[in-house]
């Protein structure tokens, strides 16, 4: 009976690390619904018929990313994403396109969490809207400040994602009950509907951040082998489609049906939705899940962020040897936690949000850029593997998503506010490939994405959660191998 009850217990240990880890890398992509859908209205100047076909052209396009992904984590199993991909199809330096515009994402998600959950908050306590600069400040130094403690495992932030779906669930169960409002009708071919649908879907493609992220985060999953690796994370590419596409296209469906418009500035879209289709409680329930959630999506960035200039910098401590970065950034406190690094996405981020006063559906029109480089270096780099790997189909899959990811970053940048984001992406990138050169081009600067997560493993509460049956093979650290180069 030894051997059954051992490997039942190993099976439940892997399908409760694959819950934790899906749950966990999708927070960030739920956590976009709370602003993405109101800012795809906005977009559209109000007009609710044309928010249903928006918000399914994102989930579209999004499903192009994530089936790329899915190749992408076939061929990097120990983690790294957009940042190996291309450093391994054109040259590690250009590793740093996507590892700057990863830096300027962590950012923005923090920078725009902690406003959205400000906002979340005062669609429930609207006496605090004169507080609204303050109080998301406050959210910040709070989140920043609970880094000193250590890094919140998945555990945590899959619970997290898991209540807030099943909030958001139970908002959507009355609406079918509820008397429908018919919407102005689509205005026809003449007057621009599929223009204006194109134009404004870039802005709701806020929803796709934090796609990217179980490509790299796998690196945490060291108690897993290669095989293991990739199963998880595509697994987890695919629930997140599945997860964020249905929730997103099921909120817009009740937003379009109840006849929701436009929000005054003291309230939000789900907000709003959430008050029309329920009580008291289960409104005070999902705007304070809304709020939790965001906040956990801006601590992932805060442990992600300064974890990849930790694995940069030069350091006696830890695996990271690179040089590309100063010491004093791979340097950690008592918890393993590299608090300079967090000072540095600290001060940031309070600078980005005193500059968009703490206006969540301002911040949203940088926000879709930075991450969507990221997006085009792994897409160009895997249609490049698929070439040489003489695969026809993947080639063509890999340049259709390639074209909807780039026709979103131009149409996004025909919007002014766009461009800062744009240029802080290329600043960063380009000084992050200035300071590789300069440090003499180390080897593995182009795995530092995967070092950072494989990082993050060691403080993390639920490691444990998968008992081994027999040790495995191909468990080498992946901070280990990002020094062996690539077959």
């Known amino acids: 009976m030894t051997q059954p009850t ?43 018929a044309l928010l249903l076909p928006a918000m399914a052209a994102v989930v579209a396009v999004v499903g192009l990313v994530v089936a790329s992904y899915h190749q992408l984590v076939a061929r990097f199993p120990e983690g790294g994403g957009s940042a190996a991909a291309a450093g391994g199809a054109f040259g590690e330096g250009f590793s740093f396109i996507p590892m700057g515009a990863l830096v300027v994402d962590f950012v923005l998600t923090i920078s725009i969490s902690v406003s959205a959950g400000s906002s979340a908050i005062i669609s429930y306590l609207p006496a605090l809207a004169p507080h609204r600069l303050g109080l998301a400040l406050g959210l910040l130094l709070i989140v920043a400040g609970l880094m000193w403690f250590g890094h919140l495992g998945r555990a945590v932030f899959a619970l997290l994602t898991i209540v807030f779906v099943g909030t958001a669930v139970a908002v959507l169960l009355p609406v079918p009950g509820m008397p429908a409002v018919d919407p102005a009708p689509v205005v026809g071919l003449t007057h621009g509907a599929p223009l204006a649908v194109a134009l404004a879907f870039p802005v709701a493609m806020a929803l796709a951040t934090g796609i990217e992220a179980p490509s790299s985060a796998i690196a945490q999953l060291a108690q897993l082998d290669d095989a293991g690796r990739r199963s ?17 296209l099921a909120l817009t469906a009740a937003v379009v049906r109840l006849g929701i418009q436009v929000p005054h500035e003291d309230t939000t879209l789900v907000a709003e939705l959430a008050r029309a289709a329920d009580g008291h409680g289960l409104f005070a329930a999902f705007q304070a899940t809304t709020a939790l959630l965001l906040l956990s999506a801006a601590s992932s960035s805060f442990q992600a962020g300064p974890g990849l200039l930790k694995a940069l910098a030069r350091s006696e401590h830890g695996a990271s040897r690179h040089g590309v970065l100063p010491a004093v950034l791979g340097r950690t406190n008592a918890h393993h936690v590299p608090m300079v690094g967090v000072g540095v996405f600290l001060v940031a981020s309070a600078v980005v949000v005193m500059l968009a006063g703490a206006r969540d559906q301002s911040l949203v029109l940088f926000y879709a850029v930075s991450v969507f480089v990221s997006f085009l270096m792994g897409l160009l780099a895997m249609a490049r593997f698929s070439h040489l790997d003489r695969r026809p189909g993947w080639v063509a899959l890999n340049l259709v998503a390639a074209v909807a990811v780039a026709f979103t970053l131009v149409s996004n940048l025909m919007r002014p506010a766009a461009l800062g984001s744009l240029a802080a992406t290329a600043v960063v990138a380009g000084g992050l490939y200035w300071a590789w050169v300069r440090a003499g081009r180390p080897r593995g600067a182009a795995l530092a994405v995967a070092e950072a997560e494989a990082g993050e493993a060691q403080q993390d509460d639920a490691a444990d959660a998968l008992p081994a049956p027999e040790p495995s093979q191909d468990a080498e650290p992946v901070a280990a191998r990002a020094h062996r180069g690539r077959r």
Not at 9 to 31: E, K, N, Q
Not at 232 to 246: E, K, M, N
Request: avoid cysteine; charge should be positive.
């Open 6 to 48: 051992s490997r039942a217990a190993w099976l439940h240990g892997r399908t409760a690390l694959l819950i934790a880890f899906a749950f966990s890398v999708m927070a960030d992509p739920v956590s976009s619904v709370a602003y993405a859908i109101e800012a795809a209205l906005r977009a559209l100047d109000g007009n609710l």
């Open 232 to 248: 998880f994370g595509r697994w987890a590419l695919w629930l997140t489609l599945g997860i964020v596409g249905t929730l997103t």
